[in-house]
């Protein structure tokens, strides 16, 4: 056995474990640095900062935080608070399936090569005329983040464009200046974030600072610490090392636009300094690049997944399904086999205006709309929050007095009628005995006297109050006596509105006053309400001595006069008790006022009685106020001051001494304390109830095209006549087939009414063939009426129809046929004919729609046709070849961008006559169902289709429409190539410099035609927003400036 030195090893122990811990670290030094070459280094699982505090949170590349199995520590210094989810999202949010199953993103993974002289700058994308101040407003646009409106560079993160609605997306790379640990903070108005990578791989990127979520916050310029998320944890960053970056800003049509970011060594007491140009570079050069080349882009999850929100339910009744939206993909039941079901007959409306003489632009007016059943949900019912056309009332009628005529309210037990005559006059439904003024100047008005109280059922009075501090028990109103020995003339005249408060329906009287000494006063018009009977007229009193009399009705002059002045213009207000300026006692009982001067700083007021009204104080009167009752409101006046109260007064008193006035009222209610006659809170009944019946507003519209209201959508048809007339097809059909057929549901039925001759249907029926198959039905049938005649309706049109047979049923009732020549081809090839110039994130969005059109549907028969007008910013051509597109066209035309002639070159270039020409535009998105649509509602020598699109606003999204249905517009137009040639194609030779009209004008000729134009709102038919500048090869002023020689 060989010897082992066991005792000299226990002996020295301890310097062979310090020489195993010393080859340990030297090999751990020699793989950090290994990796470190290789762009990598090793990192720590836990750690504490600079300031002690503990860091357990981490990250993985997605900014979602990472399982403890496959967890890694970013640097010393991170921290669970810069583990910032993509807004609006929940980390699971990218794992639909669960956390074991992510979701397939395409992340850019690998940078490309870089250079050195990218340094100095970064990458500007600009997305313009984009509404909504979140940055999540900016992800939910189309074009985002492939196709911007603009690809710029920047030399510092410091930008602002001073512009209004539009987004930034900034990216490149940072190369610090030192080892150690950096803060950044951004700021911004409105939001931004901040995202960095811990390498330079975009797919790592993590929201590390941000100004905002919603779009209402922002930051003035270099104000760095305003909100907590702006500024982030410190990270360790190496001078060795780039890391990519991105910034994203979006700005309103508010403020000042700026977004700045920031960053310092973590040391305390350093400032935030701008990123400049020596510390930036770019991702990559695109200079030389296309719009439509976007495989250098970058996409991080800042940029591609973030802030996308899933709505658990649908904002509008639109998005909800419906199964018009798939029921092309059902197998539709072969025509031959329905051709016997129904006794054919002829087929030719009355609204057609074939030969008819039309003006220009007047086709509007003979375009008839269809009735829908059941519902399509089309009415923009989430749009009606500002647009309330869809109801017929006034917008002004609405917004002051709502939908209470549609309610009745129940009336109490015991409740009078007087409430309902009150009501009467307060919707101003006047008499023209309401209406009082002096015809001479001769006449003479006498002081205000009470009328009688209005006799009750019985025929007695009501009991007068037994003392002034009590209520009467049924308020009366006054009414002014005429002059002696002659009627009071009365005639309608115009009447000037006066500001007064709402207790006029209360109809309360003012207390009786001393008649008061007559003169010929300045005319004046009244407005009163007649409770009952007038009191006998009065001789005047006599005339004062002192002065000229009191008005009868102070502050109600329909006519400016020079003294008492009134303040018409001035806010009603609830009128309060006011005591004293000394503050002594208020008065029990109403007693005339004694002379006395009258300033501003001296005031004397009387308490009203409880149960009387209170008027306010005029703010340019300055004596005891009395109230006044007029029909339409009551003024906030004061009686006029008594002869020698003006005699200090000038005549010209503006409104400070006013406003002075009513402070130094206010001032001394506020020490009299609570009057008596205070003014009276409106009671609150909580147990009122109503009657309302069954409105139908839908019955008050007509098949007219309405061109007021944009928000409405398709007439609605009646259940009941939708019911009648599929009972009727379904018997003829099982008739004919012996039962073959069983009525699963009805999924759409549209009329076009016709009051002379009958109305036309279209039947969708989804029906349960006896072998177990389902089938879509869908045909057009004619509701003739009896004894109806009709001309023949081919080509010509010269040869008129034979009387047609006596109906069939006994009752005389309309019996369904089959018109001739009205049956649509569903193997039919459909042409989309678009003309383009420089507008190539719009052309490659227009190809994948047409590509997932035709991936969704299974459909090949359908062409597009691409008419380019010499585009530089793209090869459309190339692009068009490599769609995967059953079949497409590419014409390429010289000049100016012309619609009517790109348009007409399109068609043109379809050779088979029998297909259908669709003339399309290039920001539209298609519905599913849209091929399908359009062969129904085309039939040669028939109809031609015009479907209204929605035309989304400013930040919406065919996820979130907010806009309006394009009621007026024609320019989306489908029609056979054999009917667009027979009624002459486009007006090149009018619309050869211009566009806007040249559908109208194409509208007046098919109509003249002797076609029928079917006009529906079609479901998820949208009109994308887009920005119009740069449109066209139309060149902004500062390109064309640089120019110019």
Known sequence: MPWFPAKKIRKQIKLLLLLVLLTCAAWLTYVHLSLVRQGRALRQRLGYGRDGEKLSGVTDGRGIRAALSTQRAEDSSESREEERVPEGRDPDVLFPGGAGRPLSLNLTRQA???????????????????????????????HFPLFPHTRTTVKKLAVSPKWKNYGLRIFGFIHPARDGDVQFSVASDDNSEFWLSPTESPAGAQLVAFVGKTGSEWTAPGEFTKFSSQVSKPRRLMASRRYYFELLHKQDDRGSDHVEVGWRAFLPGLKFEVIGSAHISLYTDESALKMDHVAHVPQSPASHVGGRLLQEEPRADMLRPDPRDTFFLTPRVEPWSLENVLEPCAYAPTYVVKDFPIARYQGLQFVYLSFVYPNDHTRLTHMETDNKCFYRESPLYLERFGFYKY????REEGEEDEEEEVQRRAFLFLNPDDFLDDEDDGELLDGLEPTEAPRTQGGRRPPAPAAPTEAPATPTLPTPPAPLGRPTPRRSRA????????????????????????????????????PGLRAPPRAPAQLSPRGPPRPPFPGVFLRPRPQPRVQLRARPRPPRARGRRTGGPQAAKLRPPAPAPATQGSREGQAREPGLTAPTADSNSSSEAQPVTSFLSLSQVSRPQLPGENEEEEEGDDEEGAQGEEAASEDSEEKAGPGRGRWREDAINWQRTFSVGNVDFEMLRSDWNDLRCNVSGNLQLPEAEAVDVVAQYMERLNARHGGRYALLRIVNVEKRRDSARGSRFLLELELQERGGRRLRLSEYVFLRLPGARAGDTDGDGDSPEPAPAASARPDGRPELCRPLRLAWRQDVMVHFIVPVKNQARWVVQFLADMAALHAHTGDSRFSVILVDFESEDMDVERALRAAPLPRYQYLRRTGNFERSAGLQAGVAAVENASSIVFLCDLHIHFPPGILDGIRK??????????????????????????????????????IYKSDFDRIGGMNTEEFRDQWGGEDWELLDRVLQAGLEVERLRVRNFYHHYHSKRGMWGVRSRKAAHKEAP
């Open 112 to 142: 490309p090569s870089w250079r050195e002289e990218y340094k100095g700058q970064v990458n500007l994308h600009v997305f313009e005329d984009w509404c909504g101040g979140a940055v999540g407003h900016l992800r939910r646009n189309l």
């Open 937 to 974: 509602h085309c039939v040669e020598g028939r109809l031609a289709f015009a479907p209204v699109v929605m035309r989304l606003g400013c930040g919406s999204s065919p996820g979130d429409p907010h806009g309006y249905w394009e009621v007026n517009g024609f320019g989306l137009f489908g």
């Open 407 to 410: 309610m009745k309210m129940d």
């Open 495 to 530: 009447l000037r509105w006066a500001a007064r408060p709402l207790p006029l329906f209360w109809g309360r009287a003012p207390p009786p006053r001393p008649a008061a000494a007559a003169e010929r006063p300045p005319k004046v018009y009244v407005t009163r309400v007649r």
